[in-house]
């Protein structure tokens, strides 16, 4: 039991930091894409500059807490999972 207990551990913290990995990446492009557009607006009609601002940072926002999910999953992945217990045995916290 306590082998596949910590086989079950490992399994969940590379999922967990793959899971936080592609979910950075992915922000990071949509949030560099999001910044290059709001740009571009910008640059094209400076006067919409505090509208499209404004726009930008809520959407910049909005792909921020994407990550900050992805992060919340992966921490209950490693420290909420059925086998906790005898992982704190196993590594002698109990």
Do not use: W
């Not at 899971?19 to 990446?25: K, L, P």
């Not at 999001?34 to 910049?60: D, F, Y």
């Amino acid at each position: 039991m306590e082998a596949s207990a910590l086989q079950f551990f490992i399994a969940c913290v590379t999922a967990a930091g793959f899971g936080i990995a592609i979910a950075a990446f992915g922000c990071g492009i949509g949030q560099g894409m999001g910044l290059k557009s709001a740009v571009e607006g910008i640059a094209r009609n400076p006067e919409s500059s505090g509208k499209v601002t404004v726009t930008m940072l809520i959407g910049l926002a909005m792909i921020e807490s994407l990550c900050i999910y992805a992060l919340v999953v992966s921490l209950i992945l490693i420290y909420a999972h059925p086998q906790a217990e005898a992982i704190a045995k196993l590594l002698g916290a109990h």
